[in-house]
């Protein structure tokens, strides 16, 4: 999309467009989204929270100075000196009397590559803390541990959106892109008008079902049987692709023995799903000459998510439906910058460029790009939730980017709890959010339309965004608040404010890396519509990838690698690896006390915690609050009438929401969205229980009592 000033249209920046940059709007000029039909991706269509997106420039909506809380207990208005000398003081006094692991650094899946790197390289260097993770934990971290695992390598999609409609079958699990990426629905539109077809499996009708050939509704937290016994059906009826599994995968055995103990009948029983239902999706699926399975958070967000994405993998790899052109797996992100947030170095276990902390390797390369001993480095840290869970224990301070998980934790009461009791809360963000209210210090920063930088899409494709607007006065950009605090605390050098030059330094950091952004340069992204990562340094101008990527796709030249595994997977011996899984139930199954299952999810008009978009009058006319999804069956036996409220309690809280009663949604489950907070922040009662590869928590499923409120 481009923004320009509605007093002369035409005339602002184009983002992602043009070499350098050009000039801005000055502070306070009016701006409206224009469409970009050429773009390759959405083709200039937006949703309702993109076409929106300026109503939260404006200064009435935002941040514009710096907040310190006072002796009397109130956020009050203060200079940016003072409020960084506030953090700096505050981080510093916590190092030195508890040491560097007391102090903690939150990020968010939202934040450019740019900024996402220098919070990693502050963390580790500045504060020597390995306290570091992000929301992005919260969102395809199960996809990612099952893809490396397979494949030896995560990138969201392993080929372009576009390839989507060519394809002969998609198997959607867990997803509603009809709500959640809207632009990207015509893609499963365009696949049925070829003849392709779609199976959606999730246990409402969404709107997204809705357009499905054929709509699976298992149980929540039965995604990995069903998968296990579509797996079980394929090998009983012959389809396997021996000649594909002997040629380029390893572990089929072991995958396969697992599977057979899932047969038809037991897995229709743990489901749900009938068995006619079962074998109608192994034979569209096998039956079309190309196939894909795509995963979002339905069967992620589960503390056995990993095993689930793996087990879907499998049926990918059985039936030869990877590494192949219009065929493969690929899991759709869920934030702005859901791809390249967790590449560069804010999570709790990786250095820039998809890297390993643990790996020696990559801790020498990436610490003579800093300027730094490898041993100064610290190890892996906490995974987000655990992370959250320590605050005002091991944790004694804070500093929080992009991030608001007083909304968007599991078991957020409990996390509410932990902030509140920190030593030392410091946040950064462009509103004043539910968390940032509970600060010490909150920064107005930089958004979207006033800074440079660049992001990642689920496809890998590397994109440059160009600042169109100028912040308004008093507000700072998260790079210039780290350079500011770093030089506060002993780092003159190092943390750049210049975006261009903080990617330079990404990039030279990812060098032969798994995610390799070395050949990727503003100029390149800006003269194409972008650029697919891996694309080693000398790639990006048409010559073969680096040898760490070499043979895990195609080079397509100054694209990059648009297509992942055509000619071998990334693991050093070209092969994919099966996942030996058995299924298991949800960490909490209903009981006696709490009969039915929760399940969270989004809606059409907001976005993630809410902080942004329900500063936004048209999205909340459009959605004004939470609600209570229930099946007719479940209403009639509670009482319970449209609209009224009804109180969802389970072990770790309760929350209250309008009933919103329809049949499509199963009669043992409920739905509530997550965008709100207060009485009725569904994430009051979720559970936390973690994947123990990725550390994902169970959004996704939990037991619930229902009950009118009187």
């Known amino acids: 999309m481009t923004l320009h000033p509605t007093a002369a249209a035409g005339t602002g920046a184009g983002a992602g467009h043009g070499p350098g940059p050009e000039p801005?709007?000055?502070?306070?000029?009016?701006?409206?989204?224009?469409?970009?039909?050429?773009?390759?991706?959405?083709?200039?269509?937006?949703?309702?929270?993109?076409?929106?997106?300026?109503?939260v420039l404006a200064s009435r909506t935002r941040l514009t100075t710096p907040l310190i809380r006072r002796p009397d207990g109130e956020l009050a208005p203060a200079g940016w000196d003072e409020a960084l000398d506030r953090i700096a003081e505050g981080l510093a006094r916590t190092r030195t009397a508890y040491g560097p692991d007391a102090v903690g650094v939150f990020g968010g899946g939202g934040l450019t590559n740019e900024k996402a790197y220098a919070l990693g390289k502050f963390a580790r260097l500045v504060l020597g803390t390995s306290q570091i993770d992000y929301n992005g934990r919260f969102c395809m971290s199960s996809a990612a541990a099952a893809g490396t695992a397979a494949f030896g390598l995560d990138r969201g999609l392993p080929f372009p959106l576009a390839d989507i409609p060519r394809t002969g079958c998609v198997i959607l699990v867990g997803a509603n892109p009809a709500e959640t990426m809207p632009p990207a629905l015509r893609y499963f539109t365009e696949l049925r008008e070829n003849g392709g077809k779609l199976v959606v499996v999730d246990p409402r009708r969404t709107r997204t079902a809705e357009q499905a050939d054929l709509h699976l509704a298992p149980r929540p937290g039965t995604d990995l049987a069903l998968a296990l016994g579509m797996l079980h059906l394929v090998v009983a009826e012959g389809r396997v692709d021996e000649e594909f599994v002997a040629a380029r995968t390893a572990g089929w055995p072991e995958a396969r023995s697992a599977a057979m103990a899932h047969w038809p009948e037991l897995v229709e029983r743990i489901t749900g799903v009938p068995l006619p239902a079962l074998r109608e999706a192994v034979a569209l699926f096998c039956d079309a000459p190309a196939s894909m399975v795509l995963t979002a958070r339905g069967p992620e967000q589960q503390s056995k998510g990993t095993d689930t994405v793996g087990a879907w993998i499998n049926l990918c790899l059985a039936t030869g439906r990877a590494g192949r052109p219009l065929s493969g797996y690929g899991a759709l992100t869920g934030q702005g910058n859901g791809q390249g947030g967790r590449e560069h170095g804010q999570k709790a276990d990786q250095l820039p460029g998809y890297r390993k902390l643990t790996d020696p390797a990559a801790r020498a390369h990436v610490a003579e790009v800093w300027g730094v001993s490898p041993d100064s480095l610290p190890g892996p840290g906490r995974s987000a939730y655990e992370l959250l869970d320590a605050l005002g224990g091991d944790v004694r301070a804070l500093l929080l980017m992009g991030s608001n998980p007083v909304v968007s934790a599991p078991r957020a009461g409990h996390v509410e709890e932990r902030i509140r009791s920190l030593g030392f809360l410091a946040v950064a963000d462009v509103v004043l959010s539910d968390t940032a209210r509970l600060a010490d210090v909150v920064l107005?920063?930089?958004?979207?339309?006033?800074?440079?930088?660049?992001?990642?899409?689920?496809?890998?494709?590397?994109?440059?965004?160009?600042?169109?607007?100028?912040?308004?006065?008093?507000?700072?950009?998260?790079?210039?608040?780290?350079?500011?605090?770093?030089?506060?605390?002993?780092?003159?050098?190092?943390f750049p404010t210049d975006p261009e030059e903080v990617f330079d330094e990404l990039r030279r950091a990812s060098a032969g890396g798994p995610a390799d952004y070395s050949g990727i340069t503003y100029r390149r992204i800006a003269d194409g519509d972008g650029v697919f990562w891996p694309c080693a340094e000398g790639a990006a101008a048409g010559a073969e990838p680096s040898s760490r990527t070499a043979g895990a796709g195609r080079t397509g030249g100054g694209s990059g690698t648009p297509r992942l595994f055509l000619d071998r997977f990334a693991h050093p011996d070209g092969r994919a690896r099966f996942a030996a899984v058995t299924h298991r139930p949800a960490a909490e199954e209903p009981d006696a006390d709490y009969p039915v299952h929760l399940t969270t999810g989004r809606v059409l008009a907001q976005y993630q915690s809410g902080a942004q978009t329900r500063r936004v009058d048209a999205l909340n006319t459009a959605a004004?609050?939470?609600?209570?999804?229930?099946?007719?069956?479940?209403?009639?036996?509670?009482?319970?009438?449209?609209?009224?409220?009804?109180?969802?309690?389970?072990?770790?809280?309760?929350?209250?929401?309008?009933?919103?009663?329809?049949?499509?949604i199963r009669p043992d489950t409920?739905?509530?969205?997550?965008?709100?907070?207060?009485?009725?922040?569904?994430?009051?009662?979720?559970?936390?229980?973690?994947?123990?590869?990725?550390?994902?928590?169970?959004?996704?499923?939990?037991?619930?009592?229902?009950?009118?409120?009187?």
Request: net charge positive.
């Open 24 to 55: 801005a709007p000055e502070p306070g000029v009016s701006v409206a989204v224009a469409e970009r039909p050429g773009f390759p991706v959405n083709r200039g269509a937006l949703c309702g929270k993109g076409r929106t997106a300026p109503a």
């Open 670 to 710: 409920v739905f509530m969205p997550f965008h709100w907070p207060g009485e009725g922040r569904a994430n009051t009662v979720t559970n936390p229980a973690l994947d123990p590869v990725s550390r994902m928590p169970e959004f996704k499923v939990c037991a619930v009592r229902v009950e009118r409120v009187p």
């Open 624 to 664: 004004p609050g939470p609600f209570v999804q229930l099946h007719p069956q479940l209403a009639e036996r509670l009482g319970a009438a449209e609209g009224e409220p009804l109180a969802v309690t389970s072990r770790r809280g309760r929350t209250v929401a309008a009933a919103r009663i329809s049949p499509d």
């Open 444 to 494: 107005p920063v930089a958004q979207w339309a006033e800074e440079t930088g660049t992001t990642t899409s689920l496809e890998g494709r590397v994109l440059l965004r160009r600042r169109a607007v100028t912040p308004p006065a008093g507000v700072r950009t998260d790079l210039e608040v780290l350079n500011s605090l770093a030089a506060r605390l002993g780092w003159e050098k190092g």
